[in-house]
């Protein structure tokens, strides 16, 4: 009696636990994105789908939303297969390294993403270290154009992002059974066949978070293409400013901020989907 009392006690209460969650949830986030869509059909008065309808037919809008999700799907996969690798070396290494290169990761975080993003115009500038080095190692003549290139902003958005793969992927490592590798290769199975058909399935869902988180900031980024990519590299985000700052247009702004909203949510819906079928499938077989 007294067991069942205290677990209806808890069930009772925890509504209440999660209450001021749901409220700064509400504050902060519901009643702001509620006011951007709401603008987006009221901007101006009685504007209906107008805002809708202008965007999706604007080659413009339509060419920077392609450059937004291209360059935040490269960037992810970059950044998953780097950043899970180097969460395999941490895996690896005795713990004295292990430390360093989990602060190697986290410095980053230690810096503001302006001075990121500047710093990385230092570096590929025409006389930037990058050059100079090819330069004194006699591999190239002349500076090679890498600033304001898409090479430029898959780079500095790669590295920027790369914690945000590591960190989940060396979550997932950790708590890996090291008697399943044992085990597996007990029963004949060689290092890269551990690896691959042990390994890289029980930490795959670590992966994937860390990939899920990349794109949604990634689809978010401003300063980094801004700083670092040229005209055919700039995101919806330097539109959706525009629309605000110089012609105070928040009906289109807030019709592209929207727009990009749902194709996150349809992108990430489809992807969560075809993964949990995958690993469904990896279980039952």
Known sequence: ????????????????????????LAIFFLIPLGTVVVRS????????LANYVRVLTDPVSLQYAGNTFRMALIVTVLAVIIGY?????????????RIFLLFAALLPFWTSLLVRSFAWTVILRDTGIFNQLLIGLGLIDEPIPLLRTSFAVTVGMTQILLPF????????MARVDAGLLSASRSLGAG????????????????????AVLTFILAVGYYITPVLLGGPADQPIAVLIESAVQQRGDWG????????????????LAAGWGLLARAFLSRKEA
């Open 252 to 267: 289109t702004a807030g019709a592209l901020a929207t727009l990009v909203l749902i194709a996150v949510v349809l992108l």
């Open 41 to 48: 059909f009221t901007y101006p008065a009685d504007a209906g």
């Open 165 to 172: 793969v590591i960190l989940p992927c060396w979550a997932a």
């Open 85 to 97: 690798f180097y969460a395999y070396a941490m895996y690896k290494s005795r713990p004295g390294w």
């Open 191 to 210: 290092p890269v066949a551990t690896f691959w058909r042990v390994f890289v399935p029980l930490t795959a869902p670590g992966a994937a978070a860390g």
């Open 1 to 24: 009696m007294v067991t069942a009392r205290v677990r209806d006690g808890r069930s009772a209460a925890s509504p209440l636990l999660v209450m001021p969650l749901l409220t700064l």
